[in-house]
C-alpha cells in the first residue's frame, strides 16, 4: 500500500512539475511584470531538462521551416529575421542565456549541475543544426538572390551581408570532411569551457590562520570568519576576503599564505584544460585559413589584427614604465614596518596591496576600512540610481525579487522618459558559497523594437552583513557597481531592430567603452559627495577627504596599467603563433619579462582561473579593456565639460550612441556623438602619462598614429557593426 501511494505521490508530482514547464515554455517571452521573471529561471532539474528538450524541438521545427521555402517564396522576414529572431529570441535562445547564469548562481548543486549539462547541450545543438548548417546556409543564400524584391533598411542589408559573411568564416566554404572537423572540435572546445568554469566554481580553498596572525585588520571583519577545530580563523580565497587581507593584514605570512592561494584557484586542473584549449583553438583557426586563433578571434574586431594590438600594447607599456617607476621609488622610500623588497630589489607580490595601503594612509591620509564606512551599499545603490535618472532621463524602481535562485537577488525596474516599462535589471550582488566569484552584466531577454521588457543580470560579490553592520562598500566595489551598470545600462537602452545587434553585442573591444565611461564617474567631487553617507552619523564625505581620494585614486596608474598590459599581452600570447602551448611557460615567460618592480613567484597559476581567457567572448581579446577606454575617456570628457548631470548630453549619449547597440560601426557612433574622430587625448591626460612617448612610440612601432589606430573609422567597412555570430554575449569585469 504504501509503494502505491509512494508512485502515486511521484506520479502527481511529475505530473505538476510538467503542467508548470509548459506553462513556462509558453510563457517564456512574454514577459510583462516582474512576477513572469521566475518563468526564465526553473529551479528544479527534472524541469530544466524537460524544457531544454522541448526548447530544442522547437527550434528544429522553426530551422525546418526555414529551410522547406522555396526560394522564390523566400522573403526577409521569412528567412534572415526568422534566424535572427531564432538565434537570439527564440525560447531556446532565451532560455541558454537564463541556464547560463543559473549554473554560476543556484545556491542549488543539482540546479547548477542540471543548467551546466543542459547548457553544453543547447550550444551543441546550436553548432550543428544552426551555426554550421549548410542547409541553413543555403537558405541565407537562396534569399540574397532574391532580396532585390525586398525593401531593406540599412540595419537590415548590414545584417544579411553579415550573417552571410560570419557563415563562411565558421567553415561553410570547406569540405564536408574540414567543416565535420570544425563542427566538433567546436563542441569539443564548448565542454573544455564548461570545464573550466565549472572547476573554477568548485574551487572551495580556504586557508586557517591564527586569531594574533591577522592583525591589522578590523574586528568586525574577524568576528564575520568562521573557525575550526584548532581554534584558527579560516578565510576563503572570495574577492573581498582576499583584497581585505592583502591590503590590511600586518602579517606577512598571512599575506603570503593568502596570495598564494588566491593565485592557485582551479590549479593544477585549469591547467590542463587551458592547454587542450589553446591546442584545439589553434586547430579551429588554421582549418579556417588563419595563421592562429588569435588572428581569428581579432579579424572582426576594430583593431583587426595581432600586429596592430601589439604594437598598441606596447606603445602604452612604454608610455607608462616611466610613471610606474616614479611610483615604485615613492612606495620604496614608505615602506610600512617589517616590510622588506626581495633580493632583487622589487616589491613581494603578496606586499603589494599592503604596501599601497600604508602609503595611501600616510601620504594622502586614506584609512581603506574607515572610508567603506562611508558607503553603505543600500545608499549607494539609491542614490546611484537617481544619478542615473538625472543623467540618462530614465527611472527606476528598485523591488525585492520573488522565487527567483537566492532570497538576496533584488530586481530594478527601468522605465522610459515616457513612464512605459522598458526593462529589468537583476542584482545579485554578494558573495555566497558555491556562486561565481566573477562580476559581470550577462543578457536573458534581448531589447527589440517594438517588444517588450528586455532582462538583464548584474552580478558582484560584496561581502554580506556581519551582525548589525550594513553591506559597506570599498572604493574599488563602487567602481565596480557602476561599471557593471554601465554594461546594464547599455544593454536595457540598446533597443535595435534585429535582436543579434540588440544592447552590448557590439565589436568586443568596444563592449567596454560604456561601462568605462560610467565607471568614472565615482571619482568626481560632486558624485563623491553624494553617494556618500556614513552609516552610522548619516554625514556625507568631508570635500577635503574627497579631494585626497581622487589623488590617491590617479597615484597607482602607472602600475595599474602595466598590469592591464601584462593581461593583455598573455591573452593574446595563449593563443598566438607558439609552438609550445603550456601555458604555465607563457605565462612565466610573460611574467619574467614585464615585471620591472613586482618579483615573480614560482607558485603564481592565476591563468588556471582567469576566465577571460576562455568565456565571456573575450579569449585572445583582454586588450579591448585599453583599447575601449580610450575612448570611453574622450567621451566622459566631453560630457564632463558640459555637466557630469546635463540632462540633454545624456539623451544625446543614449540617442547617438547607446540606443544603436552594435548595428553601427563604433567609430561612426563615437564621431556621431563627439562631432569629431575620436582621439587619446583625454586618455593620455587622465593617465598622467607623455603624449610624445605614447604616440612616437605607436608610430616608430607601427608606421601610423595612435589616434587613427584607435579612434578612427574603419575604412571600407560597411556601417552597421556585428562581425560576430549570433550568440550569448557575457560582459564581464
Given at each position: 500500500m504504501r509503494k502505491l501511494l509512494y508512485k502515486k505521490s511521484i506520479l502527481f508530482i511529475t505530473f505538476i512539475i510538467l503542467l508548470f514547464s509548459i506553462f513556462c515554455a509558453q510563457a517564456m517571452r512574454t514577459i510583462q511584470k516582474k512576477e513572469d521573471i521566475k518563468k526564465l529561471f526553473p529551479q528544479d532539474p527534472k524541469q530544466i531538462r524537460y524544457l531544454t528538450d522541448r526548447f530544442i524541438g522547437e527550434a528544429q521545427e522553426q530551422i525546418n521551416k526555414i529551410i522547406s521555402i522555396k526560394k522564390e517564396a523566400r522573403t526577409f522576414i521569412s528567412t534572415p529575421l526568422a534566424l535572427d529572431r531564432l538565434s537570439c529570441f527564440s525560447n531556446l535562445a532565451l532560455f541558454l542565456n537564463s541556464l547560463d547564469s543559473l549554473k554560476e548562481l543556484s545556491p542549488k548543486k543539482g540546479v547548477r549541475e542540471a543548467a551546466r549539462e543542459q547548457v553544453l547541450k543547447m550550444k551543441n545543438f546550436r553548432v550543428e543544426q544552426i551555426e554550421n548548417s549548410r542547409q541553413v546556409y543555403q537558405a541565407l543564400k537562396e534569399y540574397e538572390q532574391v532580396s532585390y524584391e525586398d525593401y531593406l533598411s540599412e540595419e537590415e542589408e548590414y545584417y544579411l551581408e553579415k550573417i552571410i559573411e560570419d557563415f563562411k568564416r565558421e567553415g561553410l566554404g570547406l569540405s564536408s570532411k574540414k567543416l565535420e572537423r570544425v563542427k566538433k572540435l567546436k563542441m569539443e572546445i564548448n565542454e573544455l569551457e564548461q570545464q573550466f568554469s565549472a572547476n573554477i566554481l568548485k574551487d572551495n580553498t580556504t586557508i586557517s590562520v591564527a586569531p594574533e596572525d591577522l592583525a591589522g585588520l578590523d574586528e568586525e571583519f574577524i568576528d564575520g570568519l568562521g573557525v575550526d577545530e584548532q581554534g584558527d580563523c579560516v578565510l576563503g580565497t572570495d574577492y573581498p576576503t582576499a583584497f581585505t587581507v592583502l591590503s590590511c593584514c600586518k602579517i606577512e605570512e598571512t599575506r603570503k599564505k593568502m596570495h598564494i592561494a588566491f593565485n592557485n584557484v582551479a590549479y593544477p586542473k585549469n591547467k590542463i584544460v587551458l592547454q587542450k584549449l589553446i591546442e584545439k583553438r589553434d586547430e579551429f583557426a588554421q582549418l579556417l585559413g588563419f595563421e592562429s586563433y588569435a588572428d581569428f578571434d581579432l579579424d572582426d574586431q576594430m583593431a583587426k589584427t595581432p600586429k596592430i594590438v601589439h604594437d598598441f600594447l606596447t606603445s602604452l607599456f612604454k608610455g607608462a614604465e616611466n610613471k610606474a617607476r616614479q611610483e615604485f621609488e615613492l612606495l620604496c622610500k614608505n615602506l610600512p614596518k617589517g616590510v622588506v623588497l626581495s633580493k632583487n630589489g622589487k616589491i613581494k607580490p603578496w606586499d603589494v596591496k599592503y604596501i599601497n595601503?600604508?602609503?595611501?594612509?600616510?601620504?594622502?591620509?586614506?584609512?581603506?576600512?574607515?572610508?567603506?564606512?562611508?558607503?553603505?551599499?543600500?545608499?549607494?545603490?539609491?542614490?546611484?540610481?537617481?544619478?542615473?535618472?538625472?543623467?540618462?532621463?530614465?527611472?527606476?524602481?528598485?523591488?525585492?525579487?520573488?522565487?527567483?535562485?537566492?532570497?538576496?537577488?533584488?530586481?530594478?525596474?527601468?522605465?522610459?522618459?515616457?513612464?512605459?516599462?522598458?526593462?529589468?535589471?537583476?542584482?545579485?550582488?554578494?558573495?555566497?558559497?558555491?556562486?561565481?566569484?566573477?562580476?559581470?552584466?550577462?543578457?536573458?531577454?534581448?531589447?527589440?523594437?517594438?517588444?517588450?521588457?528586455?532582462?538583464?543580470?548584474?552580478?558582484?560579490?560584496?561581502?554580506?552583513?556581519?551582525?548589525?553592520?550594513?553591506?559597506?562598500?570599498?572604493?574599488?566595489?563602487?567602481?565596480?557597481?557602476?561599471?557593471?551598470?554601465?554594461?546594464?545600462?547599455?544593454?536595457?537602452?540598446?533597443?535595435?531592430?534585429?535582436?543579434?545587434?540588440?544592447?552590448?553585442?557590439v565589436k568586443e573591444d568596444f563592449g567596454e567603452m560604456p561601462s568605462q565611461m560610467l565607471d568614472q564617474w565615482p571619482y568626481e567631487k560632486e558624485i563623491l559627495k553624494r553617494i556618500s553617507c556614513h552609516y552610522k552619523?548619516?554625514?556625507?564625505?568631508?570635500?577635503?577627504?574627497?579631494?585626497?581620494?581622487?589623488?590617491?585614486?590617479?597615484?597607482?596608474?602607472?602600475?595599474?596599467?602595466?598590469?592591464?598590459?601584462?593581461?593583455?599581452?598573455?591573452?593574446?600570447?595563449?593563443?598566438?603563433?607558439?609552438?609550445?602551448?603550456?601555458?604555465?611557460?607563457?605565462?612565466?615567460?610573460?611574467?619574467?619579462?614585464?615585471?620591472?618592480?613586482?618579483?615573480?613567484?614560482?607558485?603564481?597559476?592565476?591563468?588556471?582561473?582567469?576566465?577571460?581567457?576562455?568565456?565571456?567572448?573575450?579569449?585572445?581579446?583582454?586588450?579591448?579593456?585599453?583599447?575601449?577606454?580610450?575612448?570611453?575617456?574622450?567621451?566622459?570628457?566631453?560630457?564632463?565639460?558640459?555637466?557630469?548631470?546635463?540632462?540633454?548630453?545624456?539623451?544625446?549619449?543614449?540617442?547617438?550612441?547607446?540606443?544603436?547597440?552594435?548595428?553601427?560601426?563604433?567609430?561612426?557612433?563615437?564621431?556621431?556623438?563627439?562631432?569629431?574622430?575620436?582621439?587619446?587625448?583625454?586618455?593620455?591626460?587622465?593617465?598622467?602619462?607623455?603624449?610624445?612617448?605614447?604616440?612616437?612610440?605607436?608610430?616608430?612601432?607601427?608606421?601610423?598614429?595612435?589616434?587613427?589606430?584607435?579612434?578612427?573609422?574603419?575604412?571600407?567597412?560597411?556601417?552597421?557593426?556585428?562581425?560576430?555570430?549570433?550568440?550569448?554575449?557575457?560582459?564581464?569585469?
Amino acid at each position: 500500500m504504501r509503494k502505491l501511494l509512494y508512485k502515486k505521490s511521484i506520479l502527481f508530482i511529475t505530473f505538476i512539475i510538467l503542467l508548470f514547464s509548459i506553462f513556462c515554455a509558453q510563457a517564456m517571452r512574454t514577459i510583462q511584470k516582474k512576477e513572469d521573471i521566475k518563468k526564465l529561471f526553473p529551479q528544479d532539474p527534472k524541469q530544466i531538462r524537460y524544457l531544454t528538450d522541448r526548447f530544442i524541438g522547437e527550434a528544429q521545427e522553426q530551422i525546418n521551416k526555414i529551410i522547406s521555402i522555396k526560394k522564390e517564396a523566400r522573403t526577409f522576414i521569412s528567412t534572415p529575421l526568422a534566424l535572427d529572431r531564432l538565434s537570439c529570441f527564440s525560447n531556446l535562445a532565451l532560455f541558454l542565456n537564463s541556464l547560463d547564469s543559473l549554473k554560476e548562481l543556484s545556491p542549488k548543486k543539482g540546479v547548477r549541475e542540471a543548467a551546466r549539462e543542459q547548457v553544453l547541450k543547447m550550444k551543441n545543438f546550436r553548432v550543428e543544426q544552426i551555426e554550421n548548417s549548410r542547409q541553413v546556409y543555403q537558405a541565407l543564400k537562396e534569399y540574397e538572390q532574391v532580396s532585390y524584391e525586398d525593401y531593406l533598411s540599412e540595419e537590415e542589408e548590414y545584417y544579411l551581408e553579415k550573417i552571410i559573411e560570419d557563415f563562411k568564416r565558421e567553415g561553410l566554404g570547406l569540405s564536408s570532411k574540414k567543416l565535420e572537423r570544425v563542427k566538433k572540435l567546436k563542441m569539443e572546445i564548448n565542454e573544455l569551457e564548461q570545464q573550466f568554469s565549472a572547476n573554477i566554481l568548485k574551487d572551495n580553498t580556504t586557508i586557517s590562520v591564527a586569531p594574533e596572525d591577522l592583525a591589522g585588520l578590523d574586528e568586525e571583519f574577524i568576528d564575520g570568519l568562521g573557525v575550526d577545530e584548532q581554534g584558527d580563523c579560516v578565510l576563503g580565497t572570495d574577492y573581498p576576503t582576499a583584497f581585505t587581507v592583502l591590503s590590511c593584514c600586518k602579517i606577512e605570512e598571512t599575506r603570503k599564505k593568502m596570495h598564494i592561494a588566491f593565485n592557485n584557484v582551479a590549479y593544477p586542473k585549469n591547467k590542463i584544460v587551458l592547454q587542450k584549449l589553446i591546442e584545439k583553438r589553434d586547430e579551429f583557426a588554421q582549418l579556417l585559413g588563419f595563421e592562429s586563433y588569435a588572428d581569428f578571434d581579432l579579424d572582426d574586431q576594430m583593431a583587426k589584427t595581432p600586429k596592430i594590438v601589439h604594437d598598441f600594447l606596447t606603445s602604452l607599456f612604454k608610455g607608462a614604465e616611466n610613471k610606474a617607476r616614479q611610483e615604485f621609488e615613492l612606495l620604496c622610500k614608505n615602506l610600512p614596518k617589517g616590510v622588506v623588497l626581495s633580493k632583487n630589489g622589487k616589491i613581494k607580490p603578496w606586499d603589494v596591496k599592503y604596501i599601497n595601503s600604508h602609503y595611501e594612509k600616510k601620504n594622502f591620509k586614506i584609512d581603506i576600512e574607515k572610508i567603506t564606512k562611508y558607503f553603505p551599499e543600500d545608499y549607494v545603490l539609491k542614490e546611484t540610481l537617481k544619478i542615473y535618472e538625472e543623467f540618462f532621463g530614465i527611472r527606476f524602481k528598485i523591488l525585492q525579487a520573488d522565487n527567483l535562485w537566492h532570497k538576496d537577488v533584488k530586481i530594478v525596474e527601468v522605465y522610459s522618459h515616457e513612464e512605459a516599462l522598458i526593462g529589468y535589471i537583476l542584482l545579485d550582488l554578494y558573495s555566497r558559497k558555491d556562486k561565481s566569484s566573477q562580476a559581470y552584466s550577462s543578457e536573458i531577454v534581448p531589447p527589440i523594437q517594438r517588444g517588450g521588457p528586455a532582462i538583464n543580470l548584474v552580478v558582484t560579490n560584496f561581502s554580506k552583513i556581519r551582525g548589525n553592520i550594513p553591506v559597506l562598500l570599498t572604493l574599488d566595489e563602487i567602481g565596480t557597481l557602476w561599471h557593471e551598470f554601465g554594461h546594464a545600462l547599455h544593454y536595457i537602452l540598446g533597443r535595435t531592430e534585429l535582436a543579434t545587434f540588440a544592447g552590448f553585442n557590439v565589436k568586443e573591444d568596444f563592449g567596454e567603452m560604456p561601462s568605462q565611461m560610467l565607471d568614472q564617474w565615482p571619482y568626481e567631487k560632486e558624485i563623491l559627495k553624494r553617494i556618500s553617507c556614513h552609516y552610522k552619523t548619516k554625514k556625507p564625505l568631508s570635500s577635503k577627504m574627497i579631494d585626497k581620494i581622487i589623488e590617491s585614486e590617479r597615484f597607482y596608474i602607472g602600475h595599474s596599467l602595466l598590469t592591464q598590459c601584462f593581461y593583455s599581452f598573455l591573452s593574446l600570447q595563449c593563443f598566438g603563433k607558439n609552438k609550445d602551448k603550456n601555458p604555465k611557460k607563457i605565462y612565466d615567460r610573460l611574467k619574467n619579462g614585464m615585471s620591472k618592480y613586482i618579483e615573480p613567484f614560482d607558485e603564481d597559476n592565476m591563468y588556471a582561473s582567469f576566465g577571460h581567457l576562455v568565456l565571456y567572448d573575450m579569449h585572445a581579446k583582454y586588450y579591448g579593456y585599453l583599447w575601449s577606454n580610450v575612448s570611453a575617456t574622450d567621451i566622459f570628457y566631453t560630457i564632463k565639460r558640459q555637466g557630469l548631470l546635463n540632462a540633454e548630453v545624456g539623451k544625446k549619449y543614449v540617442r547617438k550612441v547607446l540606443s544603436k547597440g552594435g548595428s553601427q560601426e563604433p567609430g561612426i557612433l563615437l564621431e556621431n556623438f563627439l562631432g569629431r574622430e575620436s582621439n587619446q587625448d583625454a586618455f593620455i591626460e587622465r593617465l598622467g602619462l607623455s603624449q610624445e612617448i605614447v604616440n612616437s612610440n605607436f608610430q616608430d612601432d607601427l608606421g601610423v598614429t595612435f589616434d587613427n589606430a584607435v579612434g578612427g573609422r574603419k575604412r571600407g567597412r560597411k556601417p552597421g557593426a556585428k562581425d560576430r555570430d549570433p550568440k550569448r554575449r557575457r560582459i564581464v569585469l
